[in-house]
């Protein structure tokens, strides 16, 4: 009874488990009071500083080097007096995390007498000594300098940690050329494309309209186990998730977790974290539990895609910080645990225009309903055309358990809009002729807002299987998975809307200049999309086997892996849509192509020996010792000399053990020979594709032996918390 599974049994029952650190503070009275921004800004700055930082805010365009020197000296300022001793470029290369290089404002005078120090120099650009972030080749060594540069869209936030307090500037890596090295170079770059086209577009509907941005709400899926029980898992510890482990005799099928009441050492967490982002400006609004055991979810108020980025990868880091404070640990793994629903993060995406319009919410005139149908039916259009992007940017080694699994969306791209909605595009498309006929006119006095909010807001006409549904007034993407960053997505929406808003607008405009009036030119454009977008349309189960076949008959693609998901980043229609976007050279998608399947390579690798190690130094002991026992016994029967009757059971257990100890170890020696052969080819992709293929495989194999040991081995010798003591016991 020595072994970590049953101490960390011990220690939930004991005193270190006692509920502590309620978050308690009125979200008023902190909400915000980390970040450099709002009246705050204007309480350091001088007038001509103020106006400098928020035109960069708004416009994105750098602050004047004059200029940057008083916003850096009012930062400090305003830092200093909350106890911050550091600053540090923070920014979100591909490793999936954040990364941070602290540095004090302390530093020697020449004199040899110290000083407190933070210019412009430093906020603006640093050098981080990052050479083994992952680049894809763009920067070889010896050219492997990096560049952080400030995104003043991004407002600066002060990160705490126990005592210590650091001054965290939000910024972009670069290479020393200027390619992008991380998620957030790319998003602003589509975030301007998209505007560009957007405003455009709405030109025809409303002059006054400036400015359009993307919105996003993301909701975070999560488990919360315990933490030592967490620390006596190596998968958990090493992967994120189980790579073994029999299902329990109770998941989720008696669905008593979804929206039940939180069980209260996870309330104290919540509470906490939410308050830690409070303070960082992060409007968490709601919490729920989800619909495994021990999964939950938090969502907040949407945002500009950019600063909801940032919000949730700093939450994200929050969680996992928190979460030790309550000796607990936050899986944010898109499958940490198999026979139970994975986790996901729907990513909630529309456009919001300086006018404070919605494009996604059905307009209540019929000048603004087209607006809405413009807008809505070039988001579909988009999707239809690059699905096989949008389906990369999603895909992972994580996500590839749970894309499928009948508690996900399939890896195929189909758009759900709802009932009313297909009618009205059904409607357009068959009555909208070539020529202007009396229809256009009555298509276009559609009510649609009457109907739409009442039919969507219901949740009843929501098809929760869908990969990518309207809900009432933006688009839910719902196959991101729960670890991920939303930017990559993000961007890759962006920018297929923006390519495709430029399209319809040259398709307006030709028709525009043969005479037609506007109105009946952009209906006409739309209708012409309607068609061509039609098979990319679905309103049935997503979940269900007809669908994947009918998918196929219509020639949607449905990549299940990541190794062959992500080849669309290297397809041309990927190379024009993010080069005639201003989102990507050629240089930088191959990179980041690369990055990707490299990633992929190294998560399944690492899972291997992982799996490798607990089979054979934790099973399988285990397994020899519990045949031992038996051995004894049958033994002992035997000299009793009873008859065969009294030791059969016995035996025959015997037996069986040995099948599964022998299995074990020959797919484990194979799976070895298999990553040999893998690790000696070169090419990155073919490597991919040989641990997707001929790697991973050997993961089930080696799990269902153990599993089955699990059931027969004598459970207080077996080494591993089990799923029914991590899912149930906190
Ligand atoms: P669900 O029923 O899908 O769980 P929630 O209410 O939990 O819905 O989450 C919806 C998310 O969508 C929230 O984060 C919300 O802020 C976000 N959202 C609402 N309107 C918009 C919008 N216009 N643009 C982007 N996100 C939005
Ligand atoms: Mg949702």
């Known amino acids: 009874m020595s072994s ?13 488990r006692k509920i502590t650190g309620y978050g308690d503070k009125k979200v008023t009275s902190i909400f915000a009071t980390n970040v450099f921004s709002g009246r705050t800004i204007r309480e350091y700055l001088s007038d001509e500083a103020y106006k400098s930082l928020m035109n960069s805010a708004k416009s994105g365009l750098r602050v004047e080097r004059k200029m940057a020197d008083q916003v850096a000296a009012g930062m400090k300022v305003w830092a200093e007096e909350r106890g911050v001793t550091h600053f540090t470029h923070w920014f979100q290369p591909l490793t999936g995390t954040t990364a941070e290089k602290h540095d004090s404002f302390f530093t020697l005078k020449s004199d040899g007498t110290a000083l407190e120090l933070f210019d412009g120099e430093a906020l603006i650009q640093q050098e981080p000594d990052a050479s083994s972030f992952p680049n894809g080749g763009i920067r070889a060594t010896f050219e492997a300098r990096g560049y952080t540069a400030w995104d003043p869209s991004s407002p600066a936030f002060i990160m705490e940690a126990g005592s210590g307090k650091t001054l965290c500037i939000p910024t972009i890596f670069i290479a020393y050329n200027g390619e992008s090295l991380d998620y957030k170079a790319p998003l602003l770059k589509s975030v301007a494309a998209l505007n560009k086209a957007a405003v455009d577009v709405c030109h025809y509907f409303d002059k006054n309209i400036n400015k359009v941005t993307a919105t996003l709400g993301w909701e975070q899926e999560y488990f919360v186990i315990d933490e030592a029980l967490a620390n006596a898992r190596p998968d958990l510890l090493m992967c994120g998730r189980t790579l073994l482990g029999h299902s329990p005799a109770k998941g989720q099928q008696l669905e008593d977790h979804y929206f039940g009441s939180i069980p209260e050492r996870v309330f104290a967490f919540m509470q906490d974290f939410e308050q830690e982002a409070y303070k960082l400006g992060i409007p968490l609004h709601t919490r729920h539990n989800e619909v495994a055991p021990s999964q939950f979810e938090c969502a907040p108020i949407f945002e500009e895609v950019n600063i909801a980025v940032d919000h949730n990868t700093l939450l994200m880091d929050i969680m996992n910080k928190v979460a030790k404070r309550h000796k607990l640990k936050a899986l944010l793994h898109e499958k940490p645990f198999a026979g139970v629903n994975g986790s996901g993060k729907h990513n909630n995406w529309s456009m919001a225009t300086d006018t404070g319009i919605n494009l996604l919410s059905p307009g209540k005139t019929p000048r603004t309903n087209l607006m809405f149908l413009t807008f809505f039916v070039n988001t579909i259009k988009a999707v239809h055309d690059y699905a096989d992007l949008l389906r990369a940017s999603i895909a992972s080694a994580n996500n590839d358990h749970r894309l499928g699994a009948n508690e996900a969306p399939p890896a195929i791209i189909s758009v759900y809009v709802g009932k009313y909605l297909s ?65 990559s997505p993000m961007l890759v929406l962006n920018t297929i809307v923006s390519e495709t808003l430029k399209q319809f607008k040259i398709d307006v405009d030709a028709l525009i200049d043969k005479g037609e009036r506007k109105e009946i030119a952009i209906l006409q454009i739309l209708r012409n999309y309607i068609s061509d977008s039609k098979k990319i349309r679905f309103e049935g189960d997503n979940y269900s086997e007809e669908w994947a076949e009918e998918a196929k008959r219509r020639g949607l693609n449905n990549f299940k892996t990541t190794p062959e998901a992500l080849d669309a ?57 519990y045949q031992n026992v038996l051995i004894q016994n049958v033994k002992g029967l035997k000299d009793l000399h009873l008859s065969e009757y009294a030791y059969k059971a016995q035996l025959n257990m015997v037996e069986v053990i040995s099948g599964h100890i022998q299995s074990i170890n020959n797919n484990v020696e194979a799976m070895i020979e298999a990553r040999k052969i893998a690790n000696r080819i070169v090419d990155v992709h073919k490597r991919a594709l040989q641990y997707c293929h001929s790697i991973k495989p050997y993961f089930d194999k080696i799990r269902y032996n153990a599993d089955k040991l699990e059931l027969i081995v004598d459970d207080s010798q077996w080494p591993l918390p089990k799923y029914r003591e991590l899912l149930f016991m906190r």
Do not use: W
């Open 4 to 16: 970590l599974r049953f101490q960390a049994l011990q220690t939930l029952a004991g005193e270190e």
């Open 423 to 487: 009618e009205v595009l059904d409607e357009v498309e068959t009555r909208v002729k070539e020529k202007f006929t009396e229809q256009d006119e009555v298509i276009l006095k559609l009510d649609i807002h009457k109907q739409i909010p009442e039919l969507l807001m219901d949740n009843t006409d929501r098809n929760r299987t869908s990969p990518f549904a309207f809900t009432g007034n933006k688009f839910e993407f719902r196959a991101v998975g729960s670890s991920a960053n939303c930017a």
């Open 569 to 625: 980043y290297s397809s041309e229609k990927a190379k024009y849509v993010f080069l005639n976007n201003g989102i990507f050279s050629k240089r930088e998608l191959d990179a980041r192509h690369e990055i990707m399947l490299e990633e992929y390579v190294k998560k399944v690798q690492i899972e291997a020996r992982v799996l490798g190690y607990i089979a054979t130094n934790h099973i399988l002991p285990a397994a020899i010792n």
